[in-house]
């Protein structure tokens, strides 16, 4: 009896288990389907949004062939200069006077700047001015005498030689004191002043410096293999870290005559307007060097499937009142901006999937979903303008 009872007794539980898994299986089997019914309800739901199932044809973003103005990029770092720069500094070495300015002044042209000491200079040219009117007097009175005959020419002479030697003293005796006066030559911004009243100077020494920063020289060097893109009047682009939200255009003025054999480049000037004088001389700036600049036919880049054997687009076309897709081979050019310049294989007016590609196919019917914050009605008919 016992022994029946542990045979039978074991079989029982292998039963019991046996029942418990195929108890496991169902339920899984009844959760996967109660999911897939909802994720079914889910996706039709959703069948506006792109790659979402609608009535059988996926919902895609479009875009619309459109004209976009495109340039060969030529990228440099250059450095910025102001458009006339000088240090303020002594003709002649003595000790400073009166300094006329202060740090950050804005000075104009022939403004007295920095005045040297000059008392003994001023006695010379005390002494020479008399010298100088006794002569001019002498001459007077000779010149009225050998108008009358009484005086030879030989004499008149002499007188004259020497009323314009003395005359001539007069001149480099001024030439000396205005030597020791220091003025604008342009208007301009004085920097930080670094000297002081009663310093002795020597040339060279610098007692401050002055800069028109109304303009900004940038010049920057190129491969001389680019030298062909580098023409008077090319627009560029320039951006600095002080001010990253801000770009700088200006113009290729000059394209030095030199190449450089040694790094093999060629160095370009390009004038900056500077009005708001943010821009200082020393800045590093960044050149975006815009040249061939010509309109194309463009779509956004986001557009293009480039693959090993090229690159295509899905274009939308009508066939029979239905817009299906069709792949479409094409070449590019230029890309800037989030835009690609089309070269062949589109026209102006074509649409091109952008968004939803995963979910089409060649010969595929589509239909094109509003962009995010556009009225659906519109959204088909509305080209994706680039930025400018």
């Known amino acids: 009896m016992l022994g029946m009872f542990k045979r039978y007794g074991f079989a029982a539980v292998v039963a019991v288990g046996l029942g418990l898994m195929t108890l496991v299986v169902a339920g899984k089997a009844l959760l996967s389907g109660a999911e897939e019914q909802g994720s079914a309800k889910a996706a039709q739901a959703a069948g506006g949004r792109p790659g979402g199932p609608s009535g059988g044809a996926p919902a895609v973003l479009a875009a619309t062939v459109d004209m976009h103005v495109f340039t060969d990029g030529l990228q440099a770092l250059g450095t910025a200069q102001s458009r006339e720069s000088i240090v303020l500094t002594p003709k002649v070495a003595d000790t400073i006077r009166a300094i006329r300015f202060d740090s950050g002044d804005r000075v104009r042209r022939g403004q007295v700047l920095v005045e040297m000491s000059s008392v003994e200079q001023a006695a010379d ?7 100088n009117q006794a002569a001019q007097e002498e001459l007077r ?7 009358r005959g009484f005086a030879s020419q030989a004499r008149l002479d002499t007188v004259r030689a020497a009323a314009e030697a003395a005359e001539a003293r007069l001149n480099a005796g001024g030439s000396r004191i205005a030597d020791r006066t220091i003025r604008a030559p342009f208007n301009g911004v004085v920097g930080l002043r670094t000297a002081s009243p009663g310093q002795y100077m020597r040339p060279g020494d610098q007692i401050g410096t002055l800069d028109d920063i109304t303009e ?18 090319v627009e560029i682009i320039a951006r600095t870290s002080a001010y990253p939200d801000r770009t700088f255009t200006g113009r290729i003025a000059n394209v030095d005559s030199r190449i450089n054999a040694t790094t093999r480049t060629v160095r370009v000037r390009a004038m900056l307007p500077n009005a708001d004088e943010h821009l200082r001389p020393g800045m590093l700036m960044t050149v975006d060097v815009r040249s061939n600049p010509r309109e194309a036919p463009a779509i956004p880049e986001i557009a293009i499937l480039d693959r090993a054997d090229g690159t295509f687009v899905y274009r939308i076309a009508t066939v029979d009142g239905v817009q299906q897709t069709d792949l479409a081979r094409i070449t590019t050019g230029a890309r800037s901006g989030g835009m690609a310049e089309v070269l062949e294989g589109l026209s102006v007016g074509d649409q091109v999937v952008t968004e939803g590609l995963q979910s089409v196919r060649p010969g595929q019917p589509v239909q094109i979903a509003p962009a995010a914050g556009a009225a659906s009605d519109d959204a088909a008919e509305m080209p994706l303008r680039p930025r400018g």
Do not use: C, H, N, W
């Open 125 to 131: 040219l005390a002494e020479v001015r008399a010298s």
């Open 141 to 147: 009175r000779y010149q009225e005498l050998y108008d």
């Open 216 to 233: 900004i020289k940038l010049d920057f060097d190129v491969p001389e293999t680019q030298i062909a893109r580098l023409t008077t009047g």
